[in-house]
């Protein structure tokens, strides 16, 4: 990866709809090399997705939870159930199995405190394995991004 691919990289995360004209004029490049960057660095996975970047609060999910939870135990059939019910669980943004004193690290949205309600005790605390969940309620979002430092 050298300084075009960089470029590239940052152009795109700031907006991804970017056309490949505009693309290939920002980081100095013609066209039919930039398109050849781009492609390459997605082939090769660097370039993982394109997304829309939506607003939780204008589309009606202003409550904003990190959950972190313990569960009873680590046997692959509790694991397993914990994995599936995140899998299909919407309203689940992230979750990271971590090390420490809880097992996962979920973030989680919410229409309000009642569908929040909703989540933990029809979803994640109906689940065997389940120990702990403790929730911290985010009252201010001071930053949010996807875009790593290169």
């Known amino acids: 990866m050298d ?15 970017t056309s490949n004209q505009q ?10 090399p930039c398109w050849r960057r781009v492609r390459r660095l997605e082939e090769s996975g660097v370039i993982e997705q394109y997304v829309a970047r939506l607003s939780r609060q ?9 959950v972190q939870i313990s569960l009873e ?13 995140i899998r299909r669980c919407d309203e689940v943004q992230e979750c990271c ?6 097992d996962y690290l979920i973030k ?3 229409r309000d405190m009642e569908g929040y309600e909703d989540f933990l005790s029809g979803k994640l605390l109906r689940l065997t394995g389940v120990q702990t969940a403790n929730t911290s309620f985010v009252l201010k979002q001071k930053k949010s991004t996807s875009a790593l430092p290169l």
């Open 97 to 102: 199995s971590m090390s420490g004193q809880y």
């Open 73 to 85: 135990d680590h046997h692959p059939d509790t694991i397993r159930e914990f994995d599936e019910m």
């Open 23 to 32: 693309l290939a004029k920002e980081v100095g490049l013609s066209p039919s």
């Open 3 to 17: 300084s075009y691919d960089r470029r590239i990289l940052s152009v795109l995360q700031r907006d991804a709809r």
């Open 108 to 110: 989680v949205v919410a």
């Open 58 to 66: 204008e589309l009606g999910f202003p409550v904003l939870a990190y």
